[in-house]
């Protein structure tokens, strides 16, 4: 059996990204994992390129890279809700790298052609 492909929904994040930066904390309760289905493994964004998930019981870590976009995330996931902490780097000028941080919640879903998928929120501190 082929594993389902794993998509980062970047449309989702992308829309949100623009009315989600201000404070607080989305009122979200984790629902049950997939199953089968795990935050486990790479994810594919055409924003973010290729982003590592690593999960060891509750804990998440990960990073993500593409064109001059570094970062990293480390968070918790309770079911198939996924809570998380980013900072990332932007070189946008060599020698001048930028750094931001901020937070975001994700959910992981199935969707109508079987491919596993996070959609969610996240926003700048």
């Not at 990204?17 to 486990?40: D, E, I, Y």
């Not at 931001?100 to 929120?121: P, W």
Request: aromatic share 8%.
């Amino acid at each position: 059996m082929v594993p389902a492909m794993k998509v980062f929904d970047s449309r989702v994040w992308a829309i949100v990204m623009l009315t989600a930066c201000g404070g607080g904390s989305a009122n979200l309760t984790a629902g049950a994992m997939p199953p089968g289905r795990t935050f486990q493994g790479v994810w594919q964004s055409p924003q973010y390129g290729n982003m590592h998930v690593c999960v060891t019981g509750a804990q998440v870590v990960g990073d993500f890279e593409k064109d001059e976009r570094r970062g990293t995330i480390q968070g918790t996931v309770q079911g198939d809700l996924m809570r998380f902490q980013w900072e990332e780097q932007r070189e946008l000028v060599v020698g001048r790298p930028a750094t931001s941080r901020g937070r975001g919640d994700v959910r992981l879903i199935i969707d109508e052609n079987d491919d596993t998928r996070m959609v969610g929120a996240w926003g700048l501190d």
